[in-house]
């Protein structure tokens, strides 16, 4: 629809090798802030796909196979590595948002500021517990009312109800990757 997937994930990407020959010198001396950098190598290069002009696509009908972190240790790690990675190709992605569709431009926005406003009401809420001995619900509600529509939303388009049960995975985050999230953003050069 928009001609512009943000992240073509490693594993299960295709390239026209004409398009990958033109940018190989480089995707192979990928650097962040003056030191070479290796992880993320996915969203880089979709980046600078996207930076050369080309397009990219998801497609529905493919079918990919890959292998999963199985065990909490390699979770965390793999999600380190996605987070900074995230944050720091965000940057390059900055000239490239104003071409794209406000949407994709929204959603480049949300995934960098959305676990920073969450961490936000968190410590908020946390305060209020810690300074009032009170629940702060207002922080809870507006925590699952916004999980909820998010994963409606995705239920919605994707007409699975399945993805309702993603609302799950904000206990994950806010007890895991939030930090680790934090943690990335303060060592991206790592």
């Given amino acids: 629809r928009f001609g512009a997937v943000m992240c073509c994930c ?17 995707y192979e001396t990928q650097l962040f802030r003056g030191r070479p950098s290796d992880f993320g190598e996915d969203r880089h290069l979709t980046i600078l796909m996207l930076n050369a002009g080309f397009r990219t696509e998801y497609v529905p009908e493919a079918i990919a196979a890959t292998v999963v972190p199985n065990s909490m240790g390699a979770y965390l790690r793999q999600q380190l590595r996605w987070a900074r990675s995230t944050f720091r190709d965000t940057l390059l992605a900055l000239r490239l948002l104003p071409g794209l569709d406000r949407y ?79 943690y990335a953003l303060c060592t991206l050069s790592n």
């Fill in 10 to 26: 490693g594993p299960c990407a295709m390239y026209r090798r004409s398009a990958l020959l033109l940018l190989l010198d480089k």
């Fill in 104 to 182: 994709l431009t929204l959603d480049v926005i949300g995934q960098n500021l959305g676990p920073l406003l969450l961490a936000l009401s968190v410590l908020t809420g946390l305060a209020q517990l810690a300074l009032t001995a009170t629940v702060p619900w207002s922080t809870i509600l507006m925590i699952a009312s916004m999980t909820m529509v998010r994963c409606g939303v995705a239920a919605f388009r994707a007409r699975e109800l399945r993805f309702l049960g993603f609302s799950l995975h904000t206990l994950l985050n806010v007890a895991l990757l939030l930090p680790l999230k934090a």
